[in-house]
């Protein structure tokens, strides 16, 4: 399933256990409300390696990364400097 990308348009927090033990490997989020739904799964998706994110992003960054993610791409939408700080020092450490 790592060959597989999923597109979320509209998700919610059942739909996102669902993907807790798969090896998802690009995983597209549509808006904003899906990236936060997802921020408690992300980290252990261990075969992720492309993540595409969609929406406005205000506030901090509180998404913990996989160390398995290569590459963050930012499709549409806009975030507050604050939120593209705090997640450019989680991608450092």
């Given at each position: 399933?790592?060959?597989?990308?999923?597109?979320v348009d509209?998700?919610?927090?059942?739909?996102?256990?669902?993907?807790?033990?798969t090896?998802i490997?690009?995983l597209?989020l549509?808006?904003?409300?899906c990236?936060?739904?997802?921020?408690?799964i992300?980290?252990?998706?261990?075969?992720?390696?492309?993540?595409?994110?969609?929406?406005?992003?205000m506030?901090?960054?509180?998404?913990?990364?996989?160390?398995s993610?290569?590459?963050i791409?930012?499709?549409?939408?806009?975030?507050?400097s604050e939120?593209?700080?705090?997640l450019?020092i989680?991608?450092?450490?």
């Amino acid at each position: 399933m790592s060959n597989i990308e999923i597109l979320v348009d509209s998700g919610s927090k059942e739909l996102f256990e669902i993907f807790r033990d798969t090896s998802i490997g690009i995983l597209d989020l549509r808006t904003a409300d899906c990236v936060s739904l997802t921020s408690e799964i992300l980290p252990i998706l261990i075969k992720l390696e492309k993540l595409y994110l969609w929406g406005t992003f205000m506030s901090r960054c509180d998404l913990q990364m996989p160390s398995s993610l290569k590459r963050i791409s930012f499709k549409t939408g806009e975030c507050s400097s604050e939120w593209l700080c705090s997640l450019l020092i989680k991608l450092v450490h």
